[in-house]
Each structure stands twice: as structure tokens, then as C-alpha cells.
């Protein structure tokens, strides 16, 4: 079974400018989670999307913003970019069981953006 | 605010060493993860702990839950170069619900000849 994809794996863009990510999840999860990982702040959750709706958001500022596709493929797209939004961005997939908890979460290899 | 701690942040050990890396979390919950994360790469999944007690084995690490005390171990018997990465614990916010996991600031694991 093919793991999760991330695409781009590298990025580079100037302050003010906007980005947008892709992550496509397990074969079968329908439920992907983006993190925020710095050397400063650790791994960061983001966002989780499960049947192309957002069910919960962590403590990040609007620019944030992200969606999911009938395909469980997602997006994150994050505008007006400042020199703190360097980070590598993982995504990860996994599945819901009947009572809608999450299972294990398994991450892609992650976009790495450069803000210059 | 739901916190998890892990400890050390830095570990240097020698091959063949046994040593153990402590994770508490202060609220409760019942899904516990390790992973871990070589440099420039992703997390894979070591470890899930679903239930007080549970014990996991993997080669040479094995990690255990204690819901009670809040308290996660991975312990690392014999240790072997290859065990060199970054460790982490995550705890499943909302108990799973919500797909948002906490995670530790990482244990950064050294193994030398």
C-alpha cells in the first residue's frame, strides 16, 4: 500500500506571497491532520479534515487555511507569508473507527517552506 | 491545556547500554503514540498504547502506558547505532475524535560505538 504524498517536498517563497500544499492520504483514510514542525515550537497541529470538512483547527492565525476533496486528497494553503512560517508542514493520514475516533496517524515526508 | 512532557530532550548513550525515556501528559487519555524521526525525514509510527498497562515490544525498544500516573516509557535495551533519531510522544487530544495529537518536544537519542 503506497504511503502518504506531499507535494512539493521543497519550497522557497518571499514574504507577502502565498503557497498552497498537497497531500494525498492512504489509500481508504479519510481523515488527514497537517502539523507545523520548527526547532522552536515542535510539532504543531494545524488542522483535521474528515469527509471534506474541517473538524478541528489548532491555534493559528486565518492565514491558515485548508481543504479536502471528495478524494480525501487535501490542501493547505497558507497566504500572506511571513518569515516565521518556515517550518516543515507534515500531513497525515488515517482512518475513523465506528465510535469516530481516530486510529494511528500516519505522516507523509512532509513539504519543507522557506520564507525569504 | 492538555501538556506533554518528555525527558531527557538529549540523550547520548553507548552501544549496548540500556535506557529508558519518560513521557507524561497531564490530562487524561488513552491513546498514546512514539514515533520517531531520523534528520530531514518524517515520523513513522513505533508505537500505539490504547489501554492502562499496555506493552508494546518492537527489536529492542519497548514502550509501555501507565493511564494512572500519566506516564508513557520507551525503554531501549542494548542500543545499537541505528536507534540514533528523534523520539517522540503524542497523546490523542478529545480521546481520538478530533484526529489532533500533542505532541512532546522530542528526545534526541545518540548512540555511540
Known amino acids: 500500500k503506497a504511503g502518504v504524498t506531499q507535494t512539493p517536498r521543497y519550497l522557497i517563497k518571499t514574504r507577502g506571497q502565498q503557497v498552497t500544499l498537497s497531500c494525498s492520504p492512504i489509500s481508504g483514510h479519510r481523515s488527514v491532520s497537517w502539523y507545523q514542525q520548527t526547532p522552536g515550537q515542535g510539532l504543531q497541529f494545524l488542522f483535521e479534515?474528515?469527509?471534506?470538512?474541517?473538524?478541528n483547527k489548532g491555534n493559528f492565525p486565518g492565514r491558515f487555511s485548508g481543504r479536502q476533496f471528495s478524494n480525501s486528497r487535501s490542501e493547505m494553503n497558507v497566504s500572506t507569508l511571513e518569515l516565521g512560517d518556515s517550518a516543515l508542514y507534515l500531513c497525515?493520514?488515517?482512518?475513523?473507527?465506528?465510535?469516530?475516533?481516530?486510529?494511528?496517524?500516519?505522516f507523509g515526508p512532509g513539504t519543507r517552506l522557506t520564507v525569504l | 491545556e492538555l501538556k506533554v512532557e518528555q525527558n531527557p530532550l538529549f540523550l547520548s548513550m553507548q552501544e549496548g547500554k540500556n535506557y529508558t525515556i519518560y513521557c507524561n501528559y497531564s490530562t487524561t487519555s488513552d491513546r498514546l503514540y512514539w514515533y520517531r524521526q531520523d534528520p530531514g525525514k518524517s515520523l513513522e509510527s513505533l508505537f500505539v498504547l490504547l489501554s492502562n498497562g499496555a506493552v508494546k515490544q518492537e527489536g529492542r525498544l519497548m514502550a509501555s502506558l501507565d493511564t494512572k500516573a500519566r506516564l508513557s516509557t520507551l525503554h531501549i535495551t542494548a542500543a545499537v547505532h541505528d536507534l540514533s533519531a528523534t523520539y517522540f510522544c503524542a497523546v490523542d487530544k478529545h480521546g481520538g475524535s478530533q484526529g489532533n495529537l500533542i505532541f512532546g518536544k522530542g528526545t534526541k537519542l545518540s548512540v555511540k560505538p
Open positions: 479534515y474528515f469527509s471534506e470538512t474541517q473538524r
Open positions: 497525515a493520514s488515517s482512518t475513523r473507527d465506528r465510535g469516530f475516533r481516530s486510529g494511528t496517524q500516519y
